[in-house]
T-cell receptor
Framework: SQTIHQWPATLVQPVGSPLSLECTVE??????LYWYRQAAGRGLQLLFY??????ISSEVPQNLSASRPQDRQFILSSKKLLLSDSGFYLC?????????FGPGTRLTVL | AQSVSQHNHHVILSEAASLELGCNYS??????LFWYVQYPGQHLQLLLK??????LVKGIKGFEAEFIKSKFSFNLRKPSVQWSDTAEYFC?????????????FGAGTRLAVHP
């Protein structure tokens, strides 16, 4: 069966510091991968998605970037964090029309 | 642009009460519709989905949803809720444009069920 992992689970970072969140999927090959941000009372917002290695689509202009160095690895990064980057970040994968979500990373920028 | 509206942000029910959570979307073409649930401290999980066919779909844990195309709605129902249904519920939609990759979520409804 497929599983999806995210780490770290929680992270507290100062403003201006870099960020790297990692997501890996097991038990499937060539999945579509996604990064979402969940804000309280606002649902989930799609940030990036990838249909293959090195292929990244960005949905909203922001301070973040994504990369897919391997088939089942998806990384969310920032060179300099802003206060507004605080939130709950979810990774998801899909093979067809359904998406399956990881446990998330709670990021607090101080 | 596509959007999803969930009418109730917070719902409080007693056990055995009936539940209906509203969801409306704005997109005139073919859509896939989903309800996801997030129990306290757990992953976001797929509760049920609609792609085509019978507009009344049944999901896990006794939940069902009805797709009414003319009303652009996909409301979630359960005849008798339990304390364990306390969670946050999200309606979502995607479409063939964008290759089904752009899953648009509503703001969510927090359900609290009291024993």
């Amino acid at each position: 069966s497929q599983t999806i992992h995210q780490w770290p689970a929680t992270l507290v970072q100062p403003v201006g510091s870099p960020l790297s969140l990692e997501c890996t999927v097991e038990g499937t090959s060539n999945p579509n991968l996604y990064w979402y941000r969940q804000a309280a009372g606002r649902g989930l917002q799609l940030l990036f998605y990838s249909v293959g290695i090195g292929q990244i689509s960005s949905e909203v202009p922001q301070n973040l970037s994504a990369s897919r160095p391997q088939d089942r690895q998806f990384i969310l990064s920032s060179k300099k964090l802003l206060l507004s980057d605080s939130g709950f970040y979810l990774c998801a994968w899909s093979e067809r029309r359904e998406q399956y979500f990881g446990p998330g990373t709670r990021l607090t920028v101080l | 642009a596509q959007s999803v509206s969930q009418h109730n942000h917070h719902v409080i029910l007693s056990e055995a009460a009936s539940l209906e959570l509203g969801c409306n979307y704005s997109y005139g073409g073919t859509v896939n519709l989903f309800w996801y649930v997030q129990y306290p401290g757990q992953h976001l999980q797929l509760l049920l989905k609609y792609f085509s066919g019978d507009p009344l779909v049944k999901g896990i844990k006794g939940f069902e949803a009805e797709f009414i195309k003319s009303k652009f709605s996909f409301n979630l129902r359960k005849p008798s809720v339990q304390w364990s249904d306390t969670a946050e519920y999200f309606c979502a939609v995607n479409s063939p444009s964008g290759g089904y990759n752009k899953l648009i979520f509503g703001a969510g409804t927090r359900l609290a069920v009291h024993p």
